[in-house]
């Protein structure tokens, strides 16, 4: 966990150094909170989202691909510690075979698709 922590803050600061805000900041308006401005947001974003087709088609194939992947490794995981009794170390290592495995298939299958 603490490794993963330092990865991500670690690649944050060249991010954070060299890229500059772009917008002026935004004052919050009275009686708003944050939440309920990015509720607002997200809903005219949805409602706007007929405009962008292509978006829309990549967001439910990332969302199909995405479920794929998850459930691939959640059957492997559960199957290998329930069924075979393996442990931490061998469902990690299980895991990472299987994804590996599940996302070259994802790939082969692309030829397939197109």
């Known amino acids: 966990m603490v490794i993963t922590a330092v990865f991500f803050a670690a690649s ?12 002026a900041a935004q004052k919050l308006p009275s009686g708003e909170n944050y939440l309920a401005i990015g509720f607002k947001r997200l809903g005219r974003t949805l409602k706007s989202i007929h405009h962008f087709r ?5 967001m439910l194939a990332f969302l199909i691909y995405n479920d794929g992947i998850m459930m691939a490794m959640d059957f492997a995981a559960i199957i290998g510690g329930v069924l075979y009794g393996m442990k931490q170390e061998q469902l990690i290592i299980l895991t990472t075979v299987n994804e590996k495995c599940a996302r070259q298939a994802a790939e082969d299958f ?5």
């Open 12 to 23: 944050t600061i060249p991010t954070i150094l060299w890229i500059k805000d772009r917008a």
């Open 54 to 58: 292509e978006f829309g088609k990549f």
């Open 110 to 114: 692309i030829p397939a698709a197109e």
